[in-house]
């Protein structure tokens, strides 16, 4: 199974940007969609975007839409999710998450432990 190392969150003030990656360690991503999901206190885990790993087709959520980039680097095992023009509400916990499958709809399979996202002056 796939262990899942989240960095790149932090606090960045409001219209600022961070980029997020994910490492895996343990098994390929290559045959896999690998996503971001977020979870902000007292709310719901949110799932942000994702990428398919047969195309690399991207979904996005509407709350990040045109103003985030999910990307991956299979010669690294690695994902990436660039934010931009942060919002408060963007503050949250970051989870990445390896799925059973090539595609969004598969089961989830592997969780990261998460990082950090603050969005404040």
């Known amino acids: 199974q796939v262990q899942l190392v989240e960095s790149g969150g932090g606090l960045v003030q409001p219209g600022g940007s961070l980029t997020l990656s994910c490492a895996g360690s343990?098994?390929?991503?290559?045959?896999?969609?690998i996503g971001w999901f977020r979870q902000a206190p007292g709310k719901e885990r949110e799932g942000v975007a994702c990428?398919?790993?047969?195309?690399?087709?991207?979904y996005y959520s509407d709350s990040v839409k045109g103003r985030s980039t999910i990307s991956r680097d299979n010669a690294k095992n690695t994902l990436y999710l660039q934010m931009n023009r942060l919002k408060p509400e963007d503050t949250a916990v970051y989870y990445c998450v390896k799925l059973q499958g090539p595609v969004r709809d598969a089961d989830f399979d592997s969780w990261g432990q998460g990082t950090q996202v603050t969005v404040s002056s």
């Open positions: 990428i398919s790993a047969i195309d690399s087709s991207t």
């Open positions: 343990g098994d390929s991503f290559n045959y896999y969609a």
